[in-house]
C-alpha cells in the first residue's frame, strides 16, 4: 500500500504561482510513476503532469510552459510547480501513484486562481 498526502494549495490572483508538495509513504518502491490529476466542478478528473521512474515528464497541453512536476525519490515526494496561472486551473488537484497493480490517490488540494 501506498498513501499520499497533499499540501500547498491556496487562493491565487490570476498570473500567480503555486507549489504543490506531495508525500508519499508505504510501499513506495512499488511505484512507476507519479503525478497530478485535477478535477474542476461538473468537469472529469484529468491528468496534469506525471513523471515516471525514469524521470520522463508528461504534461497536459493546457499546462505545457507553465508547469513544472518534479520527482525526489529519496524523499518520496513529487512537487508540481504551477506559474503563470489562469483562472481555468482552478481545480481540486489530486496525487496520484501508479503501482504494478494498484492506483492510489491523495486526498486532494484546492487550488482557485481569481481573475
Known amino acids: 500500500q501506498v498513501q499520499l498526502v497533499e499540501s500547498g494549495g491556496g487562493l491565487v490572483q490570476a498570473g500567480g504561482s503555486l507549489r504543490l508538495s506531495c508525500a508519499a509513504s508505504g510501499s513506495t518502491f512499488s511505484i512507476n510513476r507519479i503525478g497530478w490529476y485535477r478535477q474542476a466542478p461538473g468537469n472529469e478528473r484529468e491528468l496534469v503532469a506525471v513523471v515516471t521512474s525514469g524521470l520522463s515528464r508528461y504534461y497536459t497541453d493546457s499546462v505545457k510552459g507553465r508547469f513544472t512536476i518534479s520527482r525526489d525519490n529519496a524523499k518520496n515526494m513529487v512537487s508540481l510547480q504551477m506559474n503563470s496561472l489562469k483562472p481555468e486551473d482552478t481545480a481540486v488537484y489530486y496525487c496520484?501513484?501508479?503501482?504494478?497493480?494498484?492506483?492510489?490517490w491523495g486526498q486532494g488540494t484546492q487550488v482557485t486562481v481569481s481573475s
Open positions: 496520484y501513484a501508479r503501482g504494478p497493480e494498484n492506483n492510489y
